[in-house]
């Protein structure tokens, strides 16, 4: 399996039966209107197959079709030890057919099929697996009340969830959301991005196969502002689950108050500060710093996009990082030795080109990469970019571009890294360098970010949380703590007679 070469990638993606239609109370079906619209391959502008364009009246459907599963208890009431067992089944078939989901992937997003299978993949049958096994060992609780009476506080599913999620990272962050959502006993409609529905629609038919009982999990290509917003107004859905922009964000959260008050998780974006002092393992930190923003082209919230670097070792540093910016140029996201594929489509490609622009305007210094290579593929590729000399004042520093660019900026004492570190609207993740265990710890704790690396970036597992601070959004997915975003808390008090 690990030395498949990029021909046999290609050839095994011939052979793929692509699924686009809805899945809706337990098989595919057709928009009700009919219609569809073309998913493509990032890496070279082919169509890869029609997708279906589901809007209100397929929402109202799958909605409807959800809660008479919840209500029906087929689901909600099955014991936790049984919904356990479903949940590892389904983990275990997604792992059996992980070649062919890599590949899906790596078709429909234009991630590297090396991360698809090494990384994605793996990461969502770990979710799945990990919440099914942990729900039969959460106990709920019984407080100290006094003598004759009794206390239950009970952790009880919220409904009907609606889950929406972004093109760049489609199969992980739908296993994020459907592992704790199912796992706690809920229904789920979920709606992945238009332009990257593939793997979710080809794990439904597995969750199925898996023992998922109908209308459980819907899954409704559609558009955001029309398909995605009737879920967000929706009066009978009780939660929402939310992974995309900051602005999107904000929209959510309005058609909660407008709507019903469902409750309303969100993982938005970000600007990581990475910042690098003198003492540290430099070697390790500027191998780090290109994988920390370079990884997925860039198309990560938690990406390393400010570099923040001591003073005196400045120059030394970006010399090594630019060493390392070398072996991120884009290629072929079927050739294994690909690191960075293509921008997901040509208007993030110019975002990113516009980014380049802005950076030259407000006088930072373009020192590697900064164009559009590949233009002859039918993707849209961008080489690894790098500015240094950057204020944190400037836009390069302060908007989530979103691609391959990264922004150096210098500082010189560990009140000012901080101080610059926190001049973000983002509090999403981050990372310090240093081998004083001091320096080390005091600025971990004192950037206000929900997930921060000491020595390391992108580091954590599904048993830590996730989730921002700020306007990196709220709620917490991965882990235990993700539980608590999809249950309510019932208290039941009892009194004895005497
Ligand atoms: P986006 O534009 O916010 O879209 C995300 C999802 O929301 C898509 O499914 C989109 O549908 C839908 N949507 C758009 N407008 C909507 C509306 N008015 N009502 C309801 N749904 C709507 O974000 P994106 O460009 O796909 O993803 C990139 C963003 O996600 C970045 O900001 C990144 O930082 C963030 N992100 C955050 C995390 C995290 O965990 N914090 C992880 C990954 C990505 P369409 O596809 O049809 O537009």
């Not at 789920?188 to 597995?206: G, H």
Request: proline residues 6%; contains cysteine.
């Amino acid at each position: 399996m690990l030395d498949r070469t990029a021909s046999d990638w290609r050839r095994l993606a011939g052979d793929l039966d692509i699924e686009g239609r809805a899945f809706v109370n337990g098989r595919f079906t057709d928009a009700l209107s009919g219609e569809t619209r073309p998913t493509v391959n990032p890496a070279n502008g082919q169509e890869l197959a029609e997708v279906a364009v589901c809007g209100p009246a397929d929402a109202d459907l799958a909605v409807k079709g959800a809660r008479a599963a919840f209500e029906s208890g087929a689901w909600s009431e099955m014991a936790p030890m049984e919904r356990k067992m479903v949940l590892v089944r389904w983990a275990e078939l997604i792992d059996r057919h992980r070649e062919e989901l890599a590949l899906l992937e790596t078709l429909d997003v234009g991630k590297p099929i090396s991360d698809t299978l090494n990384v994605d993949v793996p990461s969502a049958v770990r979710s799945i697996r990990w919440s099914g096994e942990a729900i039969d060992k959460i106990y709920d609780e019984i407080p100290p009340t006094p003598r004759d009476t009794l206390a239950l506080i009970q952790r009880l599913p919220l409904g009907v969830v609606a889950a929406i999620v972004p093109w760049n990272f489609p199969l992980s962050t739908t296993a994020w959301k459907l592992a704790p959502s199912l796992a706690t006993g809920n229904s789920v409609v979920l709606k992945p991005a238009s332009n990257t529905p593939l793997s979710a629609l080809f794990i439904a038919r597995l969750a199925a196969e898996a023992g998922l009982p109908d209308g459980v999990l819907q899954v409704l290509p559609g558009p955001g502002g029309s398909l995605g917003k009737h879920l967000a107004t929706h009066m009978d859905i009780d939660g929402l689950t939310f992974t995309g922009s900051t602005p999107v964000g904000k929209q959510l959260m309005q058609y909660s108050g407008q709507s019903n008050l469902k409750r309303t998780f969100l993982e938005l974006g970000g600007k990581s500060p990475n910042i690098v002092f003198a003492d540290a393992d430099l070697e390790k930190a500027a191998t780090m710093a290109a994988v920390a923003v370079f990884y997925n082209g860039g198309q990560t919230c938690t990406a390393g996009t400010r570099l923040i670097v001591q003073r005196g070792i400045e120059e030394e540093f970006l010399e090594r990082v630019k060493k390392n910016a070398k072996n991120w140029m884009p290629g072929d996201p079927l050739d294994p030795s690909t690191a960075m594929g293509p921008m997901i489509d040509e208007a993030q490609c110019r975002t990113v080109a516009e980014y380049v622009e802005i950076g030259r305007g407000e006088g930072a210094e373009l020192v590697f990469g900064g164009e559009q290579v590949l233009q002859s593929s039918g993707g849209h590729y961008h080489q690894p970019t790098i500015f240094a000399g950057v204020n944190n004042a400037m836009r390069v520093a302060q908007e989530e571009i979103f691609g391959p660019v990264l922004s150096v900026i210098p500082f010189d004492t560990r009140e000012e890294a901080v101080a610059i570190a926190n001049d973000s609207i983002y509090g999403l993740a981050g990372a310090v360098w240093s081998r004083d265990i001091d320096t080390a710890h005091r600025v971990a704790r004192a950037v206000r970010v929900g997930t921060m690396g000491i020595n390391n970036y992108f580091g954590g597992d599904i048993t830590v949380p996730f989730g921002g601070f700020k306007q990196s959004g709220n709620g917490r997915d991965k882990s235990i703590h993700a539980f608590h975003d999809y249950t309510e808390l019932k208290t039941t008090w009892i009194e004895f007679g005497s």
